[in-house]
């Protein structure tokens, strides 16, 4: 909800406690883990008394497709009878939109029966072992059988 709300430009301590009613410690205890981990800066905004507002870094802003995921998630199953809490404007061609995940290199929509993974250079050992071909399947079955015996 805090990172709903920062990219609804929400940026002051207080201003989050005030919509989210989360108690003071915990706010700001999920404030400083947002800091620590680089998705939000803290930033002076007044010397006197010296006051901070938040503000979302570019690692945040990366977090951006996830939030409006989430919000047309609400908006498709959530939404009362009187229709969506926050309507989203594309300033670019002025339209309203909806979030939508498209395919970085053909822009076709994305449906998740139409996603196939596959490890990457990076992935662990066994991370996905139900992709493995069944040949493979069927000699790790086997070494656990053996295993076991």
Known sequence: MILRDSFLRVRR?????SRLGIAR???????????????LAKVKYQENPVRFEY???????????IIMTIVHF????????????????HMTCGHLFDARLACSKCRDLIS???VEPIE??????GLLPWLAPKSSKKKRANRVLARRS
């Not at 410690?25 to 998705?39: D, S």
């Not at 990457?120 to 050992?125: F, N, T």
């Open 55 to 65: 503000r979302l870094t570019p690692k945040g802003m990366d977090l951006y497709p």
């Open 13 to 17: 301590f207080e201003d989050f406690e």
């Open 120 to 125: 990457g250079p990076g992935a662990r050992a």
């Open 74 to 89: 609400g908006d498709t199953h959530l939404a009362g009878k009187k229709g969506r809490p926050v309507l989203y404007r």
């Open 25 to 39: 410690p915990i706010l700001a205890e999920r404030l400083q883990k947002l800091v620590a981990n680089c998705i």
């Open 112 to 114: 998740p029966r139409e």
